[in-house]
């Protein structure tokens, strides 16, 4: 109900006030959650019969970019450059209809071996609120998933209801995360590995999950105030000792690449650039720098021989409503049963070569 009322106000607050509201709000909730933020232990635990990532890399790293306004996405090409000169590619997630997105800039960006996805409708906090709202404008989503030829989706705010979910053509979804007290939606995961979502009487295509393990770039800088990045560096330690995926969403919106950009809402892109170099510093060839789907590829080619019963991921007393009842209907597993594997549409042959060719770019 607070979350509701807040998103109903939000238009009417100024932002140095929701900022406010917000800093005091996260803060208070990081004294009552250092036991357990940014680092909880059992979520580094692996799933049943995992095999591990491909050519035996020891741990993943996905990045992504949330672009939340016009003013955001003016930032985009400026980012992939930064991460370009690094030998990195990321996945930029835009909101259809909360402002123009021009498709030379989508199409620029996939054609330098970045990745786009469809992030909510409106990013308003309302696609969620009954199933009326959410069944009209699912069609919209879905069609801009089409015509922007993306398959992954990311819920603004991270609410999220993962079977509904499940009716978009997608192959993945960034809509959750391991643990993180400071979103609207209370709902941890608590594992650091992405999992497999499907009807429990194996009906529809099914998708990968893929929880954010690594805290949002907002919370850090903005609503906390940190002024380096060692809680990103120490989290990425624990995760690659864990074998995990490192997922990070950051936003354009709050970075300034000039140093006359002091905006409350604001921080230096120095943090990102040089959470970027301390990863090809310290693992090098060790870690699979990967984009959303291609860890959605390869989950779903994932069918471990011995999982059986063991193969729903683990009760969480930290999911939400909605996951608590997904989970007792058996929509979350570990990984695709094989027999849903095999009656899976194939990707198509231009996204396979389209796959194959972001890799050369590497």
């Not at 109900?1 to 140095?16: E, F």
């Not at 979910?165 to 391991?178: A, M, P, Q, V, W």
Request: aromatic share 12%; hydrophobic share 40%; with cysteine.
């Amino acid at each position: 109900m607070i979350a509701r009322a807040y998103y109903l106000l939000k238009p009417l607050i100024p932002r140095w006030a929701q900022i406010a509201l917000r800093r005091g709000r996260a803060r208070r909730l990081w004294q009552r959650n250092r036991h357990c933020w940014p680092i909880l232990e059992e979520a580094g635990a692996p799933p049943a019969a995992w095999p591990g990532w491909p050519d035996g890399k020891r741990f993943a790293l996905v990045l992504t970019h949330d672009v939340e306004l016009g003013s955001g996405m003016s930032r985009c090409e400026q980012l992939a450059d930064l991460e370009e000169e690094r030998g990195f590619r990321s996945a930029f997630a835009f909101v259809p209809l909360r402002y123009r997105t021009p498709e030379r800039l989508r199409r620029t960006l996939a054609d330098r071996g970045f990745e786009v996805l469809v992030h909510d409708l409106y990013h308003d906090g309302k696609l969620y609120r009954d199933r009326q709202t959410f069944t009209q404008r699912r069609p919209a989503i879905n069609e801009f998933l089409r015509s922007w030829q993306a398959r992954g989706f990311a819920s603004g705010s991270m609410h999220h209801n993962l079977p509904w979910i499940g009716e978009l053509e997608i192959d993945y979804d960034i809509s959750t995360f391991d643990v993180d007290p400071f979103e609207p939606q209370a709902c941890g995961l608590s594992r650091i590995f992405p999992y497999w979502v499907q009807p429990p009487a194996g009906d529809g295509r099914g998708f990968v999950e893929m929880p954010y393990t690594l805290a949002q770039d907002f919370t850090l800088f903005i609503l906390l105030g940190e002024q380096s990045n060692a809680i990103w560096r120490r989290k990425l330690d624990w995760i690659a000792e864990k074998g995990g995926m490192a997922l990070i969403k950051t936003h354009p919106d709050y970075m300034a690449f000039h140093g006359d950009d002091k905006r409350m809402d604001r921080y230096p892109v120095g943090f990102y650039a040089d959470f970027l170099d301390y990863v090809r510093a310290r693992y090098g060839d060790e870690v699979w720098l990967a984009h959303p789907s291609e860890v959605a590829r390869y989950w779903r080619g994932l069918a471990p021989a011995g999982t059986g019963g063991a193969d729903a991921i683990t009760w969480q007393n930290t999911f939400c409503a909605t996951c608590r009842q997904a989970h007792r209907a058996g929509w979350l597993k570990h990984y695709p049963a094989p027999l849903t594997l095999a009656g899976t549409p194939p990707m198509s042959m231009e996204r396979t070569l389209a796959g194959r060719q972001m890799d050369e770019r590497r």
